[in-house]
């Protein structure tokens, strides 16, 4: 039985073959009649920031300190170089325990993984839109059992028989693009996941960075509590030497009860320290995408904050604004805003569906005959006429969200120019910092051990070599701070420049 009807079903569909042919025939005609789509062609607006001189040249504070100075305790050689920035700039380092935390970030970490699924999202909404421009295909069938009633056959006081029916039917429609409406719209759907994979390639940067931060500042941490414990350590020996020689006649207790006091004043400094510290390793675990328990412990104990003391390549403002994925997306942005005007455009013109029909409805019995079958092909045409007001004002709100996009694309440009300069600047000013407060280190060294000498020979007064004590222990912490500071200032000027997104040989994805 179903052999006989699946033959007698192909028999009755070749009939309509001809009208098939003929449709597929108008509807590839039609889609090779490409128009200009409505609303503007996107391009790169001539007045953007972009497109300016300056913000292609070479970096003000990268030329200031592109030559070596001369003066007396100045760095010995030039800070940048107009190379390339790495795509890995945290290998600069040459730092495997960095490496290594970095790459298990860029792995794991949470906020990657929303921004994979962000950008997974908008490619899904990219393929709804691009299937608007092939032909849908729809079908529809049912059976049923039972009988109409005497009266709608005309046949008052009769019961028509009860038996099985059946409908079925398949239409085919395909909207013709006659405006370019939708490829306005795929051209908005492609800029925005583009836009989408800027955003994730943003995501890696500010992981990589705050990872090598975090990382950091652990070891800025360990560096203070080290600077801090030898500080304490030598207190504690000033503190007995003072307590013999008051054994001996030789000081007061004034005298000792001064140095147990800058003793305990030392000690307080720890516990901060070991809180900064501790509170470090805790955001370095979260990056990693672990929980705080979990943080690398052999991290713990790191004394030496990361830090380059090479030339660091920079490029120049041309390179930045081409690497840096938050000008990217900004742009990307742009032209969506841009092809979604072309959308607004196209509902002042009318809407042309074309669309093939057939169906076949009956007796279940009589399913497969020729005369069950009908099919029909046409165009639909809508259009909102005459109220273009609504259509009008959404064009208007495509224009003004493209004005809105081109102000954020400049300032986001100007923003990156502006961060790049501050950390060029920041990293080179806080390197003749650490060279003047290394100097004043080395002598508050000096002036403290012939302090203590003169102490413990009786030449001098326990207030004097008090006051030397402090201000070594000052000129320490100001060191080691600076120390931590130039850390955290390379970390910032790689920020600024944006690398540290550019995958390496496979796609990468943070899962």
């Known amino acids: 039985m179903t052999r006989h009807t699946t033959i007698h079903t192909r028999s009755s569909l070749a009939s309509a073959a001809p009208a098939a042919l003929l449709a597929a025939t108008l509807l590839a005609t039609l889609a090779g009649c490409g128009t200009t789509p409505v609303g503007p062609n996107y391009q790169t607006p001539s007045t953007a920031v972009l497109n300016s001189p300056a913000a292609s040249a070479p970096f003000l504070s990268a030329a200031e300190q592109a ?9 010995p050689q030039a800070l940048f170089s107009s190379q390339p920035l790495p795509a890995h700039w945290w290998r600069l380092y040459q730092d495997p325990q960095l490496d290594r935390l970095i790459d298990q970030a860029l792995a794991h970490n949470t906020d990657l993984r929303q921004a994979v699924a962000n950008l997974e999202r908008v490619q899904a909404q990219q393929a709804e839109v691009d299937d608007n421009r092939r032909p849908h295909l729809s079908v529809n069938g049912g059976p049923s059992y039972g009988h109409v009633s005497g009266l709608s056959v005309l046949k008052p006081g009769t019961v028509p028989t009860t038996r099985f029916s059946y409908s079925a039917g398949a239409s085919l429609s395909y909207q013709v693009d006659a405006t370019g409406q939708i490829r306005r719209a795929i051209e908005a759907a492609q800029a925005s996941t583009e836009a989408a994979q800027a955003a994730l390639d943003l995501a890696r940067v500010h992981v990589a960075a705050s990872t090598a931060r975090a990382y950091a500042g652990v070891c800025a941490s360990g560096l203070r509590l ?32 001064r140095a ?7 000690r307080a400094t720890l516990p901060s320290l070991q809180a900064q510290r501790q509170s470090e390793l805790f955001q370095l675990a979260t990056l990693m995408g672990v929980p705080p328990r979990d943080f690398p412990a052999d991290v713990a104990a790191c004394t030496t904050p990361p830090r380059m003391t090479s ?96 102000a954020r694309f400049d300032g986001t440009v100007l923003t990156a120019l502006r961060e790049t300069e501050t950390a060029l600047d920041a990293y080179a000013h806080e390197l003749d910092r650490r060279a003047s407060l290394q100097a004043a280190r080395d002598a508050a060294a000096t002036v403290a051990q012939q302090a203590r000498r003169l102490y413990q020979g009786g030449k001098t007064g326990y207030l004097e070599a008090l006051d030397a004590e402090r201000s070594l222990a000052t000129s320490e912490a100001a060191l080691a701070g600076s120390q931590a500071q130039l850390a955290d200032d390379q970390v910032n000027l790689f920020l600024a420049l944006g690398g540290g997104w550019e995958p390496e040989g496979a796609a990468t994805a943070a899962r």
Do not use: C
């Open 260 to 266: 147990q006091g800058q003793l305990d004043q030392l």
């Open 67 to 75: 030559t070596a100075s001369t003066a007396p305790g100045a760095r």
């Open 226 to 257: 080290q600077t801090a414990n030898t500080s304490v350590r030598l207190q504690q020996e000033a503190l007995q030497v003072s307590e013999r020689l008051q054994r001996a006649g030789r000081v007061g207790i004034i005298d000792t009860a």
């Open 311 to 406: 030339v660091l390549p920079v490029g120049d403002g041309a390179a930045l604004l081409k690497r840096r994925p938050d000008v990217r997306q900004a742009e990307r942005e742009l032209a969506a805003a841009t092809a979604r005007i072309g959308v607004a455009v196209g509902d002042l013109y009318p809407k042309i569906t074309l669309g093939l029909s057939a169906a076949s409805a009956g007796p279940a019995a009589d399913f497969g005959r020729r005369d069950t079958f009908s099919w029909s092909l046409g165009p639909l045409i809508s259009w909102s006429i005459p109220n273009t007001s609504a259509a009008q004002a959404r064009i208007d709100q495509a224009e003004a969200s493209t004005r809105g996009a081109l």
